[in-house]
């Protein structure tokens, strides 16, 4: 059974910073590329940053320079650490997990940036 378990989620002033951390189990982590997105209330869901199985990181415009997308496949864990965070991130942030014949998701956790 596969499990992408998502933590680290909270509520932050604007300014601060989160680190997102989602372990799978069920998976072959190492050969999966692994996301990290977001979905606002009335908005649709988007992809936040995302890191290939090699290694190779991509952000949305809005996050370049504030969050970092990293992975430890010892740990079949996927990280998301979070800086200088903004009330636009508001937002319940899901964990993704990809390969050539399956895609995964977690529940989500919830990130609220107050002003």
């Known amino acids: 059974q596969v499990q992408l378990v998502e933590s680290g989620g909270g509520l932050v002033q604007a300014g601060g910073s989160l680190r997102l951390s989602c372990a799978a189990s069920g998976i072959i982590f190492s050969i999966n590329a692994m996301g990290w997105y977001r979905q606002a209330p009335g908005k649709q869901r988007e992809l936040v940053a995302a890191?290939?199985?090699?290694?190779?990181?991509n952000y949305v415009d809005s996050v370049k320079g504030r969050f970092t997308i990293s992975r430890d496949n010892a740990k079949s864990t996927v990280y998301l650490q979070m800086n200088s965070l903004a009330p636009e991130d508001t937002a319940l942030y899901y964990c993704?997990?990809?390969?050539?014949?399956?895609?995964?998701w977690g529940q989500g956790t919830q990130v609220t940036v107050s002003s």
């Open positions: 993704n997990a990809r390969n050539a014949f399956a895609t995964h």
């Open positions: 890191i290939t199985s090699h290694g190779t990181a």
